[in-house]
């Protein structure tokens, strides 16, 4: 027996499928397919808070130095002002590799419920619903592979 895939909740082998204590015999699904659910806004809510957080530093560098540039002051505090908005602006060095690093893994984790489903018995049956694409791909093409080596004997 060949193990394609195995965590803590899903083992994909030659023989079945087993997801959430449920074993599936591969002989009898007789289609497998995959969807789309529905779209986390929560996901996309979360990815543009990080992109005003990479933003927001060199926003407010920008009013400051605008601000300092229209406010008729002396030499030095103009100096000061646009200083210190420079210095507000290079904030986003350090929280920038952060940030991003955030958005990746938001990407990586999708924005949409991903769904497995299959034709077991007669029946459209779940097999799996997740939320991380990374972990949904390796499953999905698994199955694939167990699904394509079961029928090659």
């Known amino acids: 027996m060949v193990t394609y895939y195995s965590d803590k909740s ?9 997801i959430g204590g449920r074993r599936y015999p591969l002989r009898e699904l007789a ?3 995959h969807s789309k659910g529905a779209r ?10 990080i992109g005003m957080a990479l933003l927001g530093p060199l926003a407010a560098a920008a009013i400051g130095i605008v601000i300092a540039l229209s406010v008729h002051a002396s030499l030095d505090v103009t100096i ?9 602006g290079l904030g986003v060095g350090p929280l920038a ?18 769904e497995i489903w299959a034709t077991w018995r007669g029946q459209q049956v779940l097999l799996l ?3 991380d694409a990374l972990r949904f791909g390796q499953i999905y093409r698994a199955l694939q592979r167990a699904l394509e ?3 090659v004997r």
Do not use: H, K, N, P
């Not at 986390?40 to 808070?49: E, F, L, M, N, V």
């Not at 590799?97 to 991903?114: K, N, P, T």
């Open 10 to 18: 899903v083992q994909i082998t030659s023989d079945a499928i087993r």
């Open 149 to 151: 080596g079961s029928t």
């Open 80 to 88: 000061a002002i646009v200083g210190v908005s420079c210095l507000i």
């Open 31 to 33: 289609r497998v397919w």
């Open 97 to 114: 590799d952060f940030m991003l690093e955030r958005m990746d893994r938001s990407y990586a984790r999708g924005s949409r419920s991903l």
């Open 129 to 131: 619903q997740t939320g």
């Open 40 to 49: 986390s806004w929560r996901a996309i809510a979360g990815r543009g808070a």
